[in-house]
């Protein structure tokens, strides 16, 4: 993500939306092959890629890591070097293991294209790339929006993509949730506030999953007091403004990060984000192979 510059990340937010509204049909010389391969669960990211590969018109090679060489000891960077030998021209990757893709990339054997669906506690290139063109199309800019990541901060991907992004594209940006979960590393960013002194003022509310996975073994929440406490409560969805909206990369927690009836509230945007990904994966594939080609 910090190497795409800004205007690269404008371009493809406006040909997702040329692929949304049906303005134009890629079309591509050759043949070409992508595999999946997840190592992490994954339905939004994994199916919404596996549509945008189709909706593109690429061959994609079936990978199930349960029934894989992976489980006879393979390693990553061999399963990828073996797809990039029988000529796999990009792999779709999401793996526990944070920066998995540096070896990859470094390598002057595998020609493949490696696309980051999720490393770890690390980054999520494509979720924050279809949450700015979520945005986007709400507002037509990024300048001075209030903007709030809030929860799991510490162990989400998708909060650490996002900063990044918006903060370089001029939005504010402001984070709350259990202290214990923020680190001032983050402060470079934006600033960390109590849930309730801003609610009223965002033009933005992004809730993240309490990635229970993601914690020492023995640490246990309260679901309701979390929702209580941090959570997108109905009292809270009443003070937000009129013009703002909600947005959760999913799975959602319903009844933690928010309450379940209002994930698909007018002010919610959960959905359209689902919607807005399989565009900008495809927005995104075609950058790549047009790269590669």
């Known amino acids: 993500m910090a190497l795409l510059s800004n205007d690269e990340v404008l371009g493809l937010i406006k040909r997702a939306q040329d692929f949304k509204y049906q303005r134009i049909k890629p079309v591509f010389k050759r043949q070409f092959f992508v595999a999946n391969l997840f190592f992490e669960n994954s339905t939004r990211t994994h199916k919404s890629f596996e549509v945008a590969e189709k909706k593109l018109g690429l061959d994609v090679i079936e990978f199930d890591a349960s029934t894989s060489s992976v489980k006879k000891g393979e390693t990553l960077y061999d399963t990828v070097l ?4 029988i000529g796999v021209d990009v792999c779709v990757i999401r793996h526990t293991d944070e920066h998995y893709y540096q070896e ?5 054997t595998i020609q493949a294209a490696i696309v980051n669906g999720g490393d770890g506690s690390g980054q999520h290139p494509s979720q924050s790339l279809l949450d700015l063109m979520t945005i986007y199309e709400e ?5 001075n929006l209030k903007i709030m990541i809030a ?4 162990h989400s991907r998708v909060a650490k993509s996002n900063m990044q992004m918006l903060k370089r594209l001029g939005a504010d940006i402001y984070f709350t949730g259990l202290e214990s979960w923020y680190s001032d590393e983050f402060d470079v960013y934006g600033k960390y506030v109590a849930l309730d002194n801003l609610i009223d003022s965002v033009d933005v509310l992004m809730l993240l999953r309490v990635q229970h996975e993601r914690h020492e073994s023995g640490e246990s929440f309260s679901k309701e007091a979390y929702h209580e406490q941090y959570g997108l409560t109905h009292a809270r969805y009443g003070q937000m403004k009129a013009s703002s909206i909600i947005m959760h990369p999913a799975p959602v927690n319903r009844g933690v990060e928010i309450s379940s009836d209002l ?9 359209a984000q689902m919607t807005n990904g399989m565009f900008m994966r495809m927005a995104i594939l075609e950058a790549i192979l047009n790269g590669k080609a």
């Open 82 to 85: 073996t797809m990039s030998a």
């Open 104 to 108: 990859l990339v470094d390598s002057r």
């Open 139 to 143: 507002f037509g800019t990024f300048e």
């Open 151 to 154: 929860g799991d901060i510490t």
């Open 263 to 271: 994930v698909e509230a007018p002010k919610s945007r959960i959905t």
